[in-house]
């Protein structure tokens, strides 16, 4: 436990400290001044050993957020959409707690062959992509269901719970200890991609499309 902390959940008084305690970031921009729940992920503040800050630094310069989603996704899941978590702050440096939500993005039909979306469905079996012009365009079985963060709105933001129940508290608590145990469980992941990866250089060659004047034959 690195971020999770215990609390009473039989004190008033416990769970309100925490709630009011709990560090808040803003769930935009500093201009916006709606804040949620966040802890500071910033390297400096991890815990890290000294050999492990300096694999860090490398790793920072990689999508190493790949390796890590799947934290996010199980908590979103968790909570059925209605809360996720996003890093925010300058350089990535907090997580915070976001509401949520999912939602049908009203696509009726793929193309197999290059992935094509289409928000047209399909007469028959299959139908032409408007893209790659291949008769592998089939409709959905069921609706979509994508993740969209609510990013504008705060939580929790200014409140001083005295009218709170103790199950509102309780359930209140709960969430942020979970949103905590997520973050734990981020930094968990991470430490082990510094204890059992490391960064490698490639040359990657990247197609590029140009125009060029092409004259007849004279």
């Known amino acids: 436990m690195f971020f999770e902390k215990k609390i009473d959940l039989r004190s008033k008084q416990a769970m309100v400290a925490f709630l009011c305690g709990h560090h808040r970031y803003y769930t935009m921009n500093s201009w916006n001044r709606t804040t949620s729940y966040a802890n500071r992920i910033k390297i400096p503040y991890l815990g890290l050993t000294q050999e492990q800050v300096s694999r860090a630094y490398d790793i920072l310069d990689t999508d190493y957020w790949d390796e890590l989603q799947f934290v996010i996704d199980d908590f979103t899941s ?49 139908g032409q992509c408007g ?38 508290l309780r359930e209140r608590v709960e969430l942020v200890c979970r949103f905590d145990r997520a973050c734990d469980e981020i930094r968990n992941a991470f430490i082990d991609l510094l204890d059992n990866c490391c960064v490698i250089e490639e040359t990657v060659m990247v197609p590029k499309t140009v125009r060029r004047i092409v004259c007849a034959a004279a």
């Open 78 to 126: 968790e909570m059925d959409g209605n809360y996720t978590i996003g890093v925010n702050g300058r350089s990535g440096g907090y997580l915070v707690l976001y509401r949520g939500e999912y939602y049908d993005p009203g696509y009726k039909s793929r193309c197999r062959a290059c992935g094509q979306l289409n928000y047209q469905a399909v007469s028959g079996e299959v």
């Open 131 to 168: 893209r790659c012009g291949k008769m592998e365009r089939v409709n959905f079985s069921k609706p979509l269901r994508w993740h969209r963060v609510l990013p504008g709105q705060g939580i929790d933001q200014g409140e001083s719970f005295e009218d709170w129940s103790m199950q509102q």
